[in-house]
């Protein structure tokens, strides 16, 4: 999938986050689709590990800075991705204003510098603009139910105020803004210390450590694989004319913690047990997007199964731990659901 405007070809993306997970991965799909990135990342949460590959390359640069300042880029830019926001629980409530302060001041930042470059713009929403879901599976159309003054606030409030810029800059004329709201996604180059789901009980298993689960672990939670995320971001921002949607993007496949658990004691060799843990506060009980319209419009569905994502992303965490792990076998019968792509 290459990004097209209306007469030529993208050349010049700016990725904000670009040195962080999914930032990482989609400078990494433009460079090799031929296009020049410009990173804009103050590594809060991001690696330099993850961009090193590109130190010195021509059609990548990084321009080490908090979006929360203004920003000036003097060569014209076609597209911006804006995902520069720490994205884990553990490291948004590090900082709670600073995390608020990136969503608002640094998104119009890049809001102003898209305007005045004339370029597309993707906002890199979340699943945790609906809060604590009254309504399952969500869908766009649902506006939330969300704690305003709880932990999580800076972060959930924080994005929809984002949306909110976006769509009063659309509306005014001012920029092409699109909104996706992306749901839980792993994948290599997460980071082992990031307290997600994923990161936590493989990171757990690989180092035999009891694998921690919070809560009862019958909540729910769906898994989309970081490429399939990518080609998602990647139609975003192609779709013409703009819809002015906001998108969910994320797999609809849905898990039980208890079920992750599970699947990834069966793929681990490991000795590791499962504890159970208080739920913190204001965690989601059920987690599962409404894909309806990205199919409808982007004609993007994911197609990893999380099976087949969970082998690389455990290869992964392994290679960051410095471990060698030959992943079990899978049982076919057990694990049949996880590893089918027509579950969708
Ligand atoms: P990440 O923490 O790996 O990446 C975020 C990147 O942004 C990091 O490189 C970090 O250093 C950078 N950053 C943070 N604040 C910044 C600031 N003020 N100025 C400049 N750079 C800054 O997270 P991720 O999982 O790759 O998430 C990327 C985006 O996608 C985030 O905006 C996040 O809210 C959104 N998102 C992710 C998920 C998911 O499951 N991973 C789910 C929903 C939404």
């Known amino acids: 999938m290459s990004i097209n405007t209306k ?30 990135v410009i990173c804009i990342d103050n590594f809060l949460t991001g690696s330099r590990k993850n961009i090193e590959r590109w130190r010195g390359a021509e059609n990548f640069q990084l321009i080490e800075q908090d979006i929360c300042e203004a920003l000036e880029i003097d060569e014209p830019i076609d597209a911006i991705y804006n ?122 298993a690989i180092e035999g450590k009891p694998l921690t689960i919070y809560g009862s672990g019958n909540q729910t939670r769906s898994f989309c694989y970081v490429s399939d995320m990518v080609c998602g971001l990647v139609a975003m921002m192609n779709m013409t004319p703009n819809r002015g949607l906001p998108i969910n993007l994320g797999n609809p496949q849905e898990f039980t913690v208890n079920e992750l658990a599970e699947l990834v004691l069966m793929l681990v060799p490991t000795n590791s047990k499962v504890v159970y843990k208080p739920l913190p506060v204001d965690d989601p009980q059920r987690r599962k997007p409404d894909i309806r319209r990205a199919q409808k419009i982007l004609n993007w569905q994911p197609q990893v199964p999380l099976g087949e994502g969970l082998l690389k992303t455990i290869a992964w965490f392994a290679s960051v731990a410095d471990r060698r792990v030959t992943p079990r076998k899978p049982d076919a019968i057990v694990t049949k659901a996880h590893f089918a792509r027509s579950a969708l």
């Open 83 to 204: 995902l520069a926001c720490a994205a884990s629980p553990v490291h948004y409530q590090a900082d709670p204003v600073h995390t608020m302060m990136s969503n608002v001041v640094g998104t119009r930042n890049l809001l102003l510098l898209a305007e005045q470059h004339g370029a597309r713009f993707l906002q890199a929403s979340t699943s945790e603009v609906y809060g604590d879901p009254e309504q399952h599976p969500q869908s766009e159309t649902y506006w939330g139910h969300v704690n305003c003054t709880g932990p999580r606030a800076c972060y959930d409030e924080g994005k929809r105020a984002a949306e909110a810029l976006c769509f009063d800059f659309l509306r005014a004329g001012r920029v092409d803004a699109r909104v996706t709201r992306i749901f839980n996604t792993y994948g290599p180059r997460m980071r082992p210390d990031d307290g997600r789901i994923i990161s936590n009980l493989v990171t757990q």
């Open 7 to 36: 007469n030529n070809t993208i050349k010049t993306i700016v990725v904000t986050g670009g040195a962080g997970f999914i930032g990482s991965h989609l400078c990494e799909y433009h460079i090799n689709q031929g296009h020049k």
